[in-house]
């Protein structure tokens, strides 16, 4: 079955960084554009970052535009999310998720997704 495994998530201070990965497994990960959604207490899950299949096209959430980078290494079905200058409005559940490259921006437009991994921003 397809699984997705986030790691990378902890404690941080703001203004530091963070780097989380996803693990892909039973799943033809180049032929899939991955997303990272962000979920905290009380809030819908939001748009974080989308990469198409080839890497070659990304797209960012205005809030983290500048910040954050999306990439990844289809050789060892893996995305990553590197997160520059935290924030404490940064704090939340990260999930990672692969879809098929339509309505890349939305939930809606992912089919598999991860656990999450908890992302928390001091002040």
């Known amino acids: 079955q397809v699984q997705l495994v986030e790691s990378g998530g902890g404690l941080v201070q703001a203004g530091y960084s963070l780097s989380l990965s996803c693990a892909a497994s039973?799943?033809?990960?180049?032929?899939?554009?991955m997303g990272w959604f962000r979920q905290a207490p009380g809030k819908e899950r939001e748009f974080v970052a989308t990469?198409?299949?080839?890497?070659?096209?990304?797209y960012y959430a205005d809030s983290v535009r500048g910040r954050f980078t999306i990439s990844r290494d289809n050789a060892k079905k893996t995305v990553y999310l590197q997160m520059n200058s935290l924030k404490p409005e940064d704090s939340a559940v990260y999930y990672c998720?692969?879809?098929?490259?339509?309505?890349?921006?939305?939930?809606?437009?992912?089919?598999?997704w991860g656990q999450g991994t908890q992302v928390t921003v001091s002040s």
């Open positions: 998720a692969a879809g098929d490259g339509s309505n890349s921006g939305t939930v809606a437009g992912y089919e598999y």
């Open positions: 039973g799943l033809a990960f180049s032929m899939y554009g």
């Open positions: 990469i198409s299949w080839t890497g070659a096209i990304t």
